[in-house]
């Protein structure tokens, strides 16, 4: 599954927001700066983002992978052996 530019700063956006700061990133904010709700969308119904309400996003596993950060890459590898 290729990613778009725009799905990738997305996900690069929603990863380091979670390393960072521990929390999830509002669609609303992510909607506006990249003015493409479809890849917002997309991305969850990859799986590449999960919700419970539909209003905040939180990285998967497969977010981490698909950021484009080749240490964050490392990281889940590890992470997951």
């Known amino acids: ?7 990738q700063k997305i ?5 380091r927001q979670f390393l960072d700061l521990k929390m999830p990133i509002e669609r609303a904010f ?3 700066k990249f003015e493409d709700p479809v ?14 309400d ?3 996003f ?3 596993v497969l977010a981490f ?4 950060n ?3 890459r490392r990281l889940t590898s590890t992470a997951l052996q």
């Open 11 to 15: 996900l690069k956006i929603v990863v």
């Open 1 to 7: 599954m290729p990613l778009s530019e725009t799905q």
């Open 54 to 56: 539909a209003t905040y």
């Open 39 to 52: 890849a917002v969308d997309q991305l969850f119904e990859w799986r590449l983002l999960r919700t419970s």
């Open 58 to 60: 939180l990285p998967t």
């Open 65 to 68: 992978h698909y950021a484009g």
């Open 70 to 72: 080749p240490r964050l």
């Open 30 to 32: 992510l909607v506006r």
